[in-house]
């Protein structure tokens, strides 16, 4: 199985700022790594796939970097919206999600 | 418009059985490969099962390998879950998702709403 480790686990940010979130995969992968944004009572809703792609409707704010094992995901100028649980998947062989970061009003 | 609508779960006994539905509406049911995830109170999203167009390929987690079986009637646009020799750690959100093909990427869009199940004495 591949293991999907994310970090940090939480972290505090203000509205505008600039947000970092990491990804790294047991194994290489290639660009199978999708980013949901997850909030309570409400379907988790994808973010990036394929590494890079921006889903559409996405705002651009959300970008996705990274092939093999590390990937990042950073959010531009933090929006109240933002605020969420966020979860990386690996699709490359079935399917697994890293532990998820929530993101918290500082 | 593209939905996903989960139902049948609710509270079970230890050792007791549950059968999930998800109803989908708004694209051609047939051609699209299908998911199960759960979440777990205070924990993370979690893969449970897949099942392939024509139910050709299924897979499952190791955890639920033997308890857990995935299934669909496209003729219903509907896709299952039966979950057999419930455990408290069973309980969670069920949730069912389509997945998206591209060049490169697979990934599940979109989701349901989600369905409770509970399973306690």
């Known amino acids: 199985d591949i293991q999907m480790t994310q970090s940090p686990s939480s972290l505090s940010a203000s509205v505008g700022d600039n947000v970092t979130i990491t990804c790294r995969a047991s194994q290489s992968i290639s660009t199978y790594l999708n980013w949901y944004q997850y909030k309570a009572g409400k379907a988790p809703k994808v973010l990036i796939y394929a590494a890079s792609s921006l889903q559409s409707g996405v705002p651009s704010r959300f970008s996705g970097s990274g092939s093999g094992t590390d990937f990042t995901l950073t959010i531009s100028s933090l929006q109240p919206e933002d605020f969420a649980t966020y979860y990386c998947q690996q699709s490359f062989r079935t399917f697994s999600f890293g532990g998820g970061t929530k993101v918290e009003i500082k | 418009e593209v939905q996903l609508v989960e139902s049948g779960g609710g509270l079970v006994q230890p050792g007791g059985s549950l059968r999930l539905s998800c109803a989908a509406s708004?694209?051609?049911?047939?051609?699209?490969?299908m998911n199960w995830v759960r979440q777990a109170p205070g924990k993370g999203l979690e893969w449970v099962s897949y099942?392939?167009?024509?139910?050709?390929?299924?897979y499952y987690a190791d955890s639920m390998k033997g308890r857990f079986t995935i299934s669909r009637d496209n003729a219903k646009n509907s896709l299952y879950l039966q979950m057999n020799s419930l455990r408290a750690e069973d309980t969670a959100i069920y949730y069912c998702?389509?997945?998206?093909?591209?060049?490169?990427?697979?990934?599940?869009?979109?989701w349901g709403q989600g369905t409770l199940v509970i399973v306690s004495s």
């Open positions: 998702a389509r997945l998206r093909l591209t060049r490169g990427g697979r990934w599940f869009d979109p």
């Open positions: 708004g694209f051609s049911f047939t051609s699209y490969e």
């Open positions: 099942i392939s167009s024509t139910t050709n390929t299924i």
